[in-house]
């Protein structure tokens, strides 16, 4: 039995690790805001947007650390040997050291101006976000699926009770375990989505609710 190659391992690493780089972050490319993604329980592949975030941020972290593993693996003298040789050589071609130093500062500075063809990239990518934004996906207020049935009782259900919530999510068969839990959270846990679980509970908009509407859900970060 041939023994184990760690430089093989470290490069299938490396491979599996970019591959994952490049589709997380197309998904997240064209995924939508996360407002949205949150209240509707947006999925790709059976993965939120959040779950493609924490994949971007892993994978990006894996291929960072084999990278590393990947120059140990290779004869330390020799890479450096290696690397005195070439820059070295790229000293000695001026006009290649400015052109790349000159196209980076470029786009670092052009992509922070919002120039095109960068802010053609960028705004292509808001439009494709903001797609997803329909009237019938929006909650009725921001980050309305990190309130709690309290919250939801006292911000917009003027006369309910949060028990009297929790009855009807209950009649319509949705468990729900305390008065503390979130509404995305109530959806998580029945397979659902927190835009489901509000239209269960079957309350006014805010717009309807005289004098609501300017409560915790308005300051939620």
Do not use: C
């Not at 808001?126 to 709690?148: G, Y």
């Amino acid at each position: 039995m041939k023994p184990f190659s760690w430089r093989a391992f470290i490069s299938l690493g490396l491979f599996v690790s970019f591959l994952m780089l490049i589709v997380s972050g197309i998904v997240l490319y064209l995924a939508p805001p996360g407002r949205v993604a949150n209240w509707t329980d947006w999925q790709l592949l059976g993965l939120s947007k959040q779950a493609w975030q924490n994949q971007h941020t892993i994978f990006s972290f894996t291929f960072a650390l084999l990278s590393i593993f990947h120059l140990f693996s290779i004869n330390w003298k020799a890479f450096w040997s290696y690397i005195a040789a070439k820059t070295h050589a790229g000293l000695g071609k001026p006009f290649e050291i400015f052109s790349i130093l000159l196209l980076a500062m470029f786009f670092g500075i052009g992509t922070f101006m919002q120039i095109q063809p960068f802010s053609a990239v960028i705004d292509f990518g808001k439009s494709l976000s903001e797609s997803w934004e329909e009237p019938q996906s929006q909650p009725p207020i921001p980050h309305t699926e990190r309130m709690t049935l309290k919250e939801i009782s006292d911000q917009f259900a003027s006369g309910e009770s949060p028990e009297s919530l929790r009855g009807k999510l209950e009649k319509e068969g949705i468990r729900v375990t305390s008065l503390d839990q979130t509404l995305e959270n109530i959806g998580s846990e029945n397979n659902t989505s927190a835009q489901k679980v509000y239209e269960l509970l079957d309350i006014a908009p805010p717009s309807q609710n005289p004098g609501r509407g300017n409560g915790q859900g308005r300051n939620r970060p």
